[in-house]
């Protein structure tokens, strides 16, 4: 961890799938205890993280349940993997990105200590 560059640990933060292991790193380091940018980037990533199983474990039985063909928890995944990407490159040129409603809430949460 002491070689990890804040704008490393950022990015790692948004990996779908596997960042959350990041950000609770990134949230237990003594080293990135004092850095709000890199702590709200990886409550932003939690929260992707959490919005995301949200899809796979609640959103998708739903519709695997309906005869519909037209599935909308894969549009769902896409705008997430999207999302995901995105805030990868935000994070790569050190541009803090609050995305809305679970951006606030990292906000709120890397502020407290």
């Known amino acids: 961890?002491?070689?990890l560059s804040?704008?490393?640990?950022?990015?790692?933060?948004y990996i779908p799938t596997v960042g959350w292991i990041a950000a609770v790193v990134v949230l237990a380091a003594r080293k990135f205890r004092n850095d709000k940018i890199v702590r709200f980037h990886a409550f932003q990533g939690l929260y992707l993280f959490a919005?995301?199983?949200v899809v796979q474990w609640v959103i998708r039985p739903l519709i695997a349940?309906?005869?519909?063909?037209f599935r909308v928890d894969h549009v769902l995944e896409g705008l997430l993997l999207a999302?995901?990407?995105?805030?990868?490159?935000?994070?790569?040129?050190?541009?803090p990105y609050v995305l809305p409603i679970i951006g606030e809430l990292a906000q709120k949460s890397a502020a407290e200590q």
């Open 1 to 3: 961890m002491a070689s």
């Open 65 to 69: 349940m309906s005869d519909h063909a």
């Open 83 to 95: 999302v995901s990407i995105l805030m990868m490159v935000k994070a790569a040129h050190d541009e």
């Open 51 to 53: 919005a995301w199983m």
């Open 6 to 13: 804040p704008r490393t640990a950022a990015i790692l933060c």
